[in-house]
């Protein structure tokens, strides 16, 4: 017994410094790997990313250098937030590849949907991001092409000045009442309809599309929507994302959520174009966005975090509510047909 007591102390320091062993031997790859695409990315020296018009010029310089300092690189690194349809710049690129040129960005930041779409049209490229990055599979998607690093909200939203509380919608059929008639704006992000369209059914989501179109709405950009709801040219914006409402609270406009449930749930990607000119910069920039020091940036300057990352500020927030997250099933075979048949129904041009 003495000797199996002793033999089982031996065994228990043994299995011990086994383990430790084990995981300095499981962390040195990771380690290495990392270090060899920050390696890559100095000598590529510069990087090109594509990111939401409501990136201020600070917030944009902010990025930069708290990327740069944590990987004590020394490249050029050009933000570019050119606003637009998320589908033409998808098209912008698809061309470029298809040609053999290099595409215009390294990186697109876009949703959930429009990260779908370069993944079935093989315009975006995969990398071990566990492997490298030891980053969690939950924030992983497309078959590792891409990364999730944010969650926005798309809501009907108000201006608090010139609807009466008790006509504010408390529930999407509130929001096609006849009261709303040539008074309600819809934005060019039609894969929100497509959305609900995943927890509806296509047959009640396409006709929603159909009585939004019912109400003669005035038609624009999310940001467009934004200044004809702060002009009071539009009562109601059919959606709009959370950015832009927490614009209005830094800047005191009177617009509002209306809070109401199932909550469209869009995932901000990120990823590496096929083809980019500077690909390891570029993977390490999306890593860079799920850090914790990408994740306050973001947070701060966009008010948005992650509802996969506990304690957040969107973990909080969807604490008791319903939300209608994009399945990967739905969006490599169904949202791209519905968002189509969307900008039919509204008018929108692709």
Same mark, same amino acid.
């Given at each position: $017994?003495?000797?199996?007591?002793?033999?089982?102390?031996?065994?228990?320091? /043994?299995?011990?410094?086994?383990?430790?062993?084990?995981?300095?031997?499981?962390?040195?790859?990771?380690?290495?790997?990392?270090?060899?695409?920050?390696?890559?990315?100095?000598?590529?020296?510069?990087?090109?990313?594509?990111?939401?018009?409501?990136?201020?010029?600070?917030?944009?310089?902010?990025?930069?250098?708290?990327?740069?300092?944590?990987?004590?690189?020394?490249?050029?690194?050009?933000?570019?937030?050119?606003?637009?349809?998320?589908?033409?710049?998808?098209?912008?690129?698809?061309?470029?590849?298809?040609?053999?040129?290099?595409?215009?960005?390294?990186?697109?930041?876009?949703? +959930?949907?429009?990260?779908?779409?370069?993944?079935?049209?093989?315009?975006?490229?995969?990398? +071990? =991001?566990? /492997?490298?990055?030891?980053?969690?599979?939950?924030?992983?998607?497309?078959?590792?092409?891409?990364?999730?690093? #944010?969650?926005?909200?798309?809501?009907?939203?108000?201006?608090?000045?010139?609807?009466?509380?008790?006509?504010?919608?408390?529930?999407?059929?509130?929001?096609?009442?006849?009261? =709303?008639?040539?008074?309600?704006?819809?934005?060019?992000?039609?894969?929100?309809?497509?959305?609900?369209?995943?927890?509806?059914?296509? @047959?009640?989501?396409?006709?929603? $599309?159909?009585?939004?179109?019912?109400?003669?709405?005035?038609?624009?950009?999310?940001?467009?929507?934004?200044?004809?709801?702060?002009?009071?040219?539009?009562?109601?914006?059919?959606?709009?994302?959370?950015?832009?409402? +927490?614009?209005?609270?830094?800047?005191?406009?009177?617009?509002?959520?209306?809070?109401?449930?199932?909550?469209?749930?869009?995932?901000? $990607?990120?990823?590496?174009?096929?083809?980019?000119?500077?690909?390891?910069? #570029?993977?390490?920039?999306?890593?860079?966005?799920?850090? @914790?020091? /990408?994740?306050?940036?973001?947070?701060?300057?966009? /008010?948005?975090?992650?509802?996969?990352?506990?304690?957040?500020?969107?973990?909080?927030?969807?604490?008791?509510? +319903?939300?209608?997250?994009?399945?990967?099933?739905?969006?490599?075979?169904?949202?791209?047909?519905?968002?189509?048949?969307?900008?039919?129904?509204?008018?929108?041009?692709?």
């Amino acid at each position: $017994m003495k000797i199996i007591n002793r033999t089982f102390g031996r065994s228990v320091l /043994g299995y011990m410094i086994a383990l430790v062993y084990l995981a300095i031997a499981s962390t040195v790859p990771a380690q290495s790997k990392l270090e060899s695409v920050i390696k890559a990315a100095q000598q590529e020296g510069a990087l090109t990313v594509n990111a939401p018009s409501s990136l201020s010029a600070p917030e944009r310089v902010q990025f930069v250098l708290t990327f740069l300092k944590k990987y004590g690189l020394k490249i050029d690194v050009q933000i570019d937030p050119s606003g637009g349809s998320m589908v033409r710049k998808i098209a912008k690129v698809a061309q470029e590849i298809a040609v053999g040129q290099p595409p215009t960005w390294d990186v697109l930041i876009m949703t +959930d949907y429009h990260h779908s779409i370069l993944f079935k049209e093989n315009l975006s490229q995969q990398f +071990d =991001w566990s /492997g490298t990055f030891g980053t969690d599979k939950k924030y992983v998607a497309y078959k590792n092409h891409s990364i999730v690093f #944010a969650t926005s909200f798309a809501l009907p939203a108000y201006n608090s000045e010139l609807v009466r509380k008790e006509d504010v919608p408390k529930s999407w059929d509130d929001v096609v009442s006849p009261k =709303w008639k040539g008074k309600i704006g819809i934005n060019n992000a039609t894969h929100h309809w497509a959305r609900l369209a995943q927890v509806w059914g296509e @047959k009640r989501g396409v006709a929603f $599309m159909k009585q939004l179109k019912a109400l003669d709405p005035k038609l624009g950009s999310n940001a467009e929507i934004f200044t004809k709801l702060q002009l009071g040219e539009i009562l109601v914006a059919a959606t709009l994302t959370d950015s832009y409402l +927490d614009q209005a609270r830094k800047s005191g406009a009177p617009i509002k959520f209306a809070e109401i449930n199932p909550i469209i749930a869009p995932q901000y $990607m990120s990823g590496t174009l096929r083809g980019a000119r500077h690909p390891n910069a #570029a993977s390490l920039f999306s890593a860079f966005l799920l850090s @914790k020091e /990408g994740q306050a940036i973001w947070e701060k300057t966009q /008010g948005q975090s992650s509802l996969h990352t506990t304690g957040t500020q969107t973990w909080n927030y969807i604490q008791g509510r +319903d939300l209608v997250v994009l399945e990967e099933n739905f969006a490599l075979s169904k949202i791209d047909g519905l968002s189509e048949q969307a900008d039919k129904i509204f008018g929108f041009r692709r």
